[in-house]
C-alpha cells in the first residue's frame, strides 16, 4: 500500500499563487460601454452571481455598464426572503440581491423586461429590487442593439 506522508491541508494554507496577474489590468477609454444580459434562472448554478461580478468589475473598470435581465433573467431581479422579503434565509441567500444593489449603488444600470415578470413568471413591476427599470419587451433587442452600435463590450449569460 501507498503511504501518505504529505501533510494534509490546513485553514491558512496557500494552494495556488493567487498574487501573480499575468495580463495588463484592462481599463475603459472615456466612454467606453459594457453590456451584460441574463438569461438565466436565479440560483439554476453559479453563472447569475459570477457575471453580477464581473458586470460590477467592469463598472469599477470604467466601463458604463448596464445588466438585462429578460426571461428567466427576472427572476434574478425580484425581492426575495424568508420569513419576509429582505430576510435571509440561510447565509447566501440573498448574495444575488445584494450584489444587484451593490451594483446600481456604484452606478450601474439594471432593466427588467416586463413580459417575462408578468406572462412569464407573475410578477408586477411593484417584486423588483427598488432601482430596477421595468422596459417593455420590444426594449430588449434595443437595448442589445444600442450597445452594439456604440461598439460596446458584451456578455451574454445563458441556462438552459
Avoid at 458604463?64 to 426572503?81: A, C, D, F, H, K
Amino acid at each position: 500500500m501507498p503511504v501518505v506522508t504529505k501533510d494534509a491541508n490546513k485553514k491558512g494554507d496557500f494552494l495556488v499563487d493567487y498574487e501573480e496577474k499575468v495580463f495588463e489590468d484592462v481599463k475603459a477609454e472615456p466612454g467606453e460601454m459594457a453590456l451584460v444580459t441574463f438569461h438565466t434562472v436565479a440560483f439554476e448554478g453559479s453563472i447569475g452571481l459570477v457575471n453580477m461580478l464581473q458586470a460590477t468589475r467592469l463598472q469599477r473598470k470604467g466601463f458604463t455598464t448596464s445588466i438585462l435581465l429578460y426571461g428567466p433573467g427576472v427572476t434574478l431581479g425580484v425581492q426575495r426572503g424568508f420569513p419576509t422579503l429582505g430576510d435571509e434565509a440561510f447565509p447566501g441567500h440573498q448574495a444575488m440581491n445584494k450584489q444587484l444593489v451593490k451594483f446600481m449603488e456604484e452606478g450601474g444600470k439594471v432593466y427588467a423586461c416586463r413580459f417575462a415578470l408578468q406572462a412569464l413568471y407573475g410578477h408586477g413591476e411593484g417584486a423588483l429590487i427598488p432601482g430596477i427599470r421595468p422596459i417593455s419587451p420590444l426594449d430588449v433587442l434595443d437595448l442589445q442593439l444600442l450597445h452594439r452600435k456604440a461598439g460596446a463590450f458584451v456578455i451574454n449569460t445563458w441556462t438552459l
